[in-house]
């Protein structure tokens, strides 16, 4: 069993907002997801690794999801002078993917096999050799929670997570299944 209350002070030093206890039997995993996945409104569809149908089927995302009991789930908040405020919404989630990199290797020192699930798809490699090649990385690779079929506010909601934190707010969500 993992100490959440140990994962959320780390959590909390490596620079998440909210970091919480994620059950494995809280996580669906939706075809009706995977089908916002397919109107490519993200652009990256059929062209990673990490995204939809290059990531694997849900069949095949569900028996990974699987091998884990719990895990955890962070989130950054950042707070928007308005509603359109893309510049806030971009450094929120650059900053989000930032700590979500740094905080994967220190999990990794203790559970070297668990199962990052990114909010947005993997950007480690500059471009993606999807899908002429293999990955080059695929023990460092990540797909989001999204492209694993799973509905974000669902997965905090089934979790005591917030998902909204009022106007004006912008949350970006990740998760870590541990071993």
């Given at each position: 069993?993992?100490?959440?209350?140990?994962?959320?002070?780390?959590?909390?030093?490596?620079?998440?907002?909210?970091?919480?206890?994620?059950?494995?039997?809280?996580?669906?995993?939706?075809?009706?997801?995977?089908?916002?996945?397919?109107?490519?409104?993200?652009?990256?569809?059929?062209?990673?690794?990490?995204?939809?149908?290059?990531?694997?089927?849900?069949?095949?995302?569900?028996?990974?999801?699987?091998?884990?009991?719990?895990?955890?789930i962070v989130q950054t908040v950042g707070q928007l002078e308005d509603p359109m405020d893309g510049e806030t919404m971009m450094e929120t989630e650059a900053l989000h993917k930032q700590n979500f990199?740094?905080?994967?290797?220190?999990?990794?020192?203790?559970?070297?096999?668990?199962?990052?699930?990114?909010?947005?798809?993997?950007?480690?490699?500059?471009?993606?050799?999807?899908?002429?090649?293999?990955?080059?990385?695929?023990?460092?690779?990540?797909?989001?929670?999204?492209?694993?079929?799973?509905?974000?506010?669902?997965?905090?909601?089934?979790?005591?997570?917030?998902?909204?934190?009022?106007?004006?707010?912008?949350?970006?969500?990740?998760?870590?299944?541990?071993?």
């Amino acid at each position: 069993m993992i100490d959440i209350k140990e994962l959320e002070e780390m959590g909390k030093k490596a620079g998440f907002s909210h970091v919480a206890l994620l059950k494995r039997d809280t996580i669906e995993l939706m075809p009706e997801v995977r089908e916002m996945c397919k109107k490519n409104t993200c652009h990256m569809y059929n062209r990673r690794w990490s995204c939809p149908p290059g990531c694997g089927d849900l069949e095949e995302c569900r028996k990974k999801i699987e091998r884990y009991r719990e895990g955890i789930i962070v989130q950054t908040v950042g707070q928007l002078e308005d509603p359109m405020d893309g510049e806030t919404m971009m450094e929120t989630e650059a900053l989000h993917k930032q700590n979500f990199y740094e905080f994967e290797k220190i999990l990794r020192e203790r559970w070297p096999g668990m199962l990052p699930i990114g909010a947005g798809c993997c950007t480690k490699c500059k471009e993606c050799t999807y899908p002429d090649a293999p990955c080059r990385f695929p023990d460092q690779a990540f797909s989001s929670m999204e492209a694993y079929g799973m509905l974000v506010t669902q997965v905090c909601k089934a979790n005591s997570l917030d998902y909204y934190y009022g106007p004006c707010t912008i949350a970006y969500t990740s998760c870590y299944l541990l071993e």
